[in-house]
Structures are given as structure tokens and as C-alpha cells.
């Protein structure tokens, strides 16, 4: 018998974390604190607070299950140990969506920094990086994880040259402004904000090329959630402190004005080429994701194997990588998919409400399997704070508008009517 190839496991502690916070620290956090501070005003730091407790709870619980089951599959291989084999694909299937669309809107807005320096066509330029990236992630993890290193490094240095700039500020202005404080506002603030804080799951995703995955990836979790936490609400007061919340709110380069008043244009300019390398590195990270996604579920038969399919040099998915590559370039030749784009979020709310159930159905259903980490507190055997993320997701998730909810049941519905199909046909060529 054929031995089948595998990932290359050669990540350590110190790549996965900077990977996971090069995901976060994407151009969501470039864009959205703007928008964010002209819904909650100079309470925005308290929206970015609550998205950063929702993230963490959620995170905690993605700790958990990637200790218990070290699969690139991940969301997939959580939910259908939890609730079976179709919801787990629907999860998966939703997760990948999710990834894709994400990658797509991220390549266009690095499209548009580029264009605005050199005058070429966004959409174009898009698909360059689509596809530069792609080449990266299919020569190899360790290649891929040191240029994200690398630029992780770099988009942090600008994040925190706004926090330096705004700590002599701070001390001026009142934290809390109760004369305008809105409990609805700064709820509305935080699940926008939330797409600055997505990427943390996507460290799941690497636990086939990760060294000792079950004690390495929850421990990069917790780390990227709690760094990216306190830099983002350093960053939010920061930003309101130097320009106020009109001025940042009417931005359209906020972080970049940020800098621009304090030293001019020449940090103008710097800012937006930071901007490059995080939108780069952001990208760069969710297509190494999301191949891995497709090559897990694959690999379990839930896709053609065809995708899981392993490069006997790079040790890479190429068909995977191809097929993400091809998608996520249509998606991104379109230009304005801002309606697909803002589904993303009510679908990892989606996801991350089943990620933590699967956490509570699991203590229950294999309270014998070994977790080398375990989400603390609990009461009569349920865990508290899987409970209180399912609450926190479903909080943030009213605030998003019917259409887009109804963008999201058409995804699912798609997600499904494939896996009914393709079952279908499996167990006729099976019984043929």
C-alpha cells in the first residue's frame, strides 16, 4: 500500500503566534476604527474591549477542541465529533466561505493602497497578490511562516508608533464619556469592530504543521488574542485622543491621519505602506488557512481527494492551494462585494456559536478524551465560559441587518445541498 504524504510539521511556538497575530493584525484595524468612533463616539475603546471578550472566549474555546483534535480540518473536525458528520461539513463549509470571501475583500483593499500610489487598475492588482501569495504558501510552510513572521513585525511596529503618539494624550481626555454613552451604540461599534479581531481561528488551521500542536496551538491562541487585545484598545485611545471623534470618524486613512499630525506627511505616507505589508501578510495567512480547510475536509472524504493531495517536494496541498487561488481571484475581479463581505461576519458568529457548543456537547460526550488544555470554570459539569461566548456571539449577531443574514442562509443552503449531492453520488459509485 501506497504511504500517503503528509504536511511538513516544522512550526514552532514562536512562528504560530506571530502567524496569528499577523492575521489579526489585518486591515480591518486600518479602516474600521474610523466607522467604529463615529458609532460610539469616544466609548470606542469599550466597543473594542467587548469584541476583544468575545474573541477571547470564543478563542478559549478553539484552545480546547484543537487540543482534543489536532486537525488541519479544524471547524470541521470539531463540530462533527460534537453533532455528526453533516453539521460538521456545514461548520467547515461555512468557515471556508468565510475564508475565502475574507481573503478577497482583503486583496482589494490592498489593491486599492497600491493603486493609490502607482494608478493601477485595484482590481488587477488584487489578483497579483492573490496570486503572489499563493505561490508563497504552495513552496512551503516554513517559507510562508517567515515572511509572515517578517511582516508581522512590521505592521505591529506601525500599530504601535500610533500608541506611542497618543500616550501623552490620553492622560487629557475623559475615558468615559457618559454624557454620550449608548449601551446600543457601543454594542453596534463592537460587532463591526469584531472583523478587526477575526484571524485567531485560523491558527487552528496548522496544526498538522505544527511540532507539538496539542500544547503549542492553544498556547498561540491565547497569546495572539491577549496581545492584539491590549495593543487594539491602546490603538482606540490613542487615535481619539490625538484626533478626536469627529475627525477620526470622517477619516477615510485614519490611523495613517493619526500619525500625519503629529509628524507630517512623510508618516502619511509611512502608514500607508505599513498598511500594504499588513494587508500582504493578511492575505497571505488566510489563504494558507483556507487550503488547509479544503485539504482536511478532503483528506476525511468529504471533497474529492484530489484536494488533498500533497507536493512530494514542497509537502504542500497544491490542488488545494490552486483551487482557493482560482476563487478567491474571481471574487476579487468582481471589485464591490461588499455584501458578501459583510455576511463573513454574521457567518463566523455563526461558526463560532457551533465551535462553542461543540465544547460543551464534548465534555458530555467524550469527557474521557485527553485535552492538554482545558477552558476553566464550570457548573455541574457544563463550562461557563463556552456558554457565555454562545451568548456573546448571538448579542453581537443581532446587530446585523436581514439582508445579510439572508446572504448567509443561502450560503448554508448551497453547503448543503453539495453534501447531499455528493454523498448521494459517493454511495452509488461505491455500490456500482
Known amino acids: ?50 469584541a476583544a471578550i468575545v474573541a477571547a472566549l470564543t478563542g478559549l474555546s478553539y484552545a480546547e477542541l484543537s487540543s482534543m483534535y489536532p486537525k488541519a480540518s479544524a471547524e470541521y473536525e470539531y463540530s462533527k465529533n460534537a453533532f455528526g458528520k453533516r453539521a460538521g461539513f456545514l461548520v467547515g463549509w461555512l468557515a471556508l466561505i468565510a475564508g475565502i470571501v475574507s481573503a478577497s475583500t482583503v486583496a482589494l483593499g490592498f489593491g486599492g493602497y497600491l493603486s493609490a500610489l502607482t494608478g493601477l487598475p485595484m482590481q488587477w492588482l488584487a489578483v497579483g497578490v492573490i496570486i503572489v501569495c499563493s505561490f508563497i504558501v504552495f513552496l512551503g510552510i ?5 515572511i509572515a513572521v517578517l511582516f508581522t513585525l512590521v505592521e505591529s511596529a506601525g500599530l504601535v508608533v500610533i500608541v506611542f503618539i ?35 481561528e485560523e491558527i487552528v488551521r496548522m496544526s498538522e504543521e505544527t511540532k507539538n500542536p496539542k500544547k503549542i496551538i492553544p498556547t498561540a491562541l491565547i497569546i495572539a488574542i491577549i496581545v ?6 491602546l490603538v482606540a485611545l490613542s487615535s481619539v485622543a490625538v484626533l478626536g471623534v469627529q475627525k477620526l470618524s470622517e477619516s477615510s486613512a485614519p490611523l495613517a491621519e493619526v500619525a500625519f499630525s503629529v509628524f507630517g506627511e512623510t508618516a502619511f505616507f509611512t502608514i500607508a505602506v505599513i498598511a500594504l505589508f499588513s494587508t500582504f501578510n493578511t492575505v497571505l495567512l488566510i489563504l494558507l488557512a483556507a487550503s488547509r480547510l479544503v485539504y482536511g475536509i478532503g483528506k476525511d472524504k468529504e471533497f474529492p481527494e484530489i484536494v488533498a493531495s500533497i507536493h512530494k517536494k514542497t509537502k504542500t496541498p497544491w490542488v488545494a492551494i490552486i483551487i482557493i487561488m482560482v476563487i478567491s481571484s474571481s471574487l476579487a475581479l468582481l471589485g464591490d462585494i461588499s455584501l458578501v463581505a459583510n455576511a463573513t461576519d454574521f457567518v463566523l458568529f455563526s461558526v463560532f456559536i457551533a465551535i462553542n457548543a461543540s465544547v460543551i456537547i464534548l465534555r458530555f460526550k467524550e469527557p474521557h478524551c485527553h485535552r492538554a488544555f482545558c477552558v476553566p470554570g464550570s457548573v455541574k459539569g457544563i463550562p461557563i465560559l463556552p456558554v457565555a461566548g454562545i451568548f456573546a456571539n448571538v448579542v453581537l449577531a443581532i446587530h446585523i441587518s436581514l ?30
Open 1 to 50: 500500500m501506497k504511504k500517503q504524504a503528509r504536511l511538513h510539521r516544522v512550526l514552532g511556538l514562536f512562528e504560530t503566534t506571530l502567524s496569528g497575530i499577523g492575521i489579526i493584525f489585518g486591515a480591518g484595524i486600518y479602516v474600521l476604527i474610523g466607522k467604529a468612533a463615529g458609532i460610539a463616539g469616544v466609548n470606542v475603546w469599550l466597543s473594542f474591549l467587548l
Open 142 to 146: 516554513r517559507q510562508t511562516a517567515w
Open 228 to 233: 492584539s487585545s491590549v495593543v487594539y484598545v
Open 403 to 432: 439582508e445579510i443574514i439572508a446572504v448567509m442562509l443561502v450560503m448554508a443552503f448551497l453547503g448543503l445541498l453539495y453534501f447531499e449531492i455528493y454523498k448521494k453520488n459517493s454511495k452509488i459509485r461505491t455500490t456500482g
Open 166 to 200: 497618543g500616550l501623552p494624550y490620553i492622560g487629557k481626555m475623559d475615558l468615559l464619556d457618559f454624557s454620550s454613552f449608548n449601551f446600543t451604540a457601543v454594542f453596534e461599534a463592537a460587532a463591526l469592530i469584531f472583523f478587526a479581531f477575526i484571524g485567531f
